[in-house]
């Protein structure tokens, strides 16, 4: 269950990660906006927006209705704006707090490649993990050692004379015990 679980997180780590780098290119040039906020007098909304080269969160309260944006998806050539000084900077990260008589704003920015390497470390690891259990089982299939490689066939005992890795009992293919998983 564990394997599967981590199979399947880690796919979908990859495709987000493909999605980041398709987005981090596009937001080279266009300016892609998601807003909502509810319908009342006061209201309070969030947002996301990709341009250039970072992601951005938006978390809104409106003190006035009418002030606003439309909702929903919408995309633009980029232009210049801003909101401000940052409260807070870090390498990659940057959180703004605007506050005014009309709304309160704060702002997050996180640039591309930063959630592209964390998004990118589980498929990474699951590679590294695939090609570790391929090596294991194609040790054993030879009759080497599943540790050091050293060719285990006419060896007496129960550890490799090499590197002193004691040898797994598995069930053998009519189902009795004894057989080593490295003969």
């Known amino acids: 269950m564990k394997r599967w679980l981590f199979h399947v997180a880690a796919l979908v780590f ?5 999605a ?3 987005l981090w290119v596009r937001s080279a ?3 892609d906006t998601y807003t909502a906020s509810s319908d009342s007098y006061e209201s309070a909304g969030w947002g996301v927006m990709s341009a250039d080269g970072e992601l951005s969160f938006h978390l809104a ?3 006035f209705a009418s002030d606003r944006n439309v909702e929903g998806w919408s995309h633009h050539k980029v232009e210049s704006w801003g909101v401000g000084d940052p409260v807070y900077v870090f390498p990659g990260f940057r ?3 605007d506050t005014d008589y009309r709304s309160d704003f704060m702002h997050v920015y996180i640039a591309y490649p930063w959630l592209i ?3 990118a470390a589980l498929p990474i690891l ?5 090609y570790r259990r391929r090596r294991i089982q194609q040790r054993r299939r030879r009759g080497l050692c599943t540790a050091c490689g050293y060719d285990l066939q006419g ?3 129960n550890s490799c004379p090499e590197c002193g890795t004691v040898r797994q009992q598995a069930a053998n293919p009519n189902g009795t015990e004894g057989a080593y998983n490295s003969l």
């Open 14 to 18: 990859l495709v987000c990660c493909l």
């Open 126 to 130: 699951w590679c590294f993990a695939a």
């Open 95 to 97: 959180l703004y707090d």
């Open 29 to 31: 040039s266009w300016m």
């Open 61 to 63: 309260y409106l003190k």
């Open 20 to 22: 980041l780098s398709a």
């Open 117 to 119: 390497y964390l998004f």
């Open 155 to 157: 060896s007496e005992g």
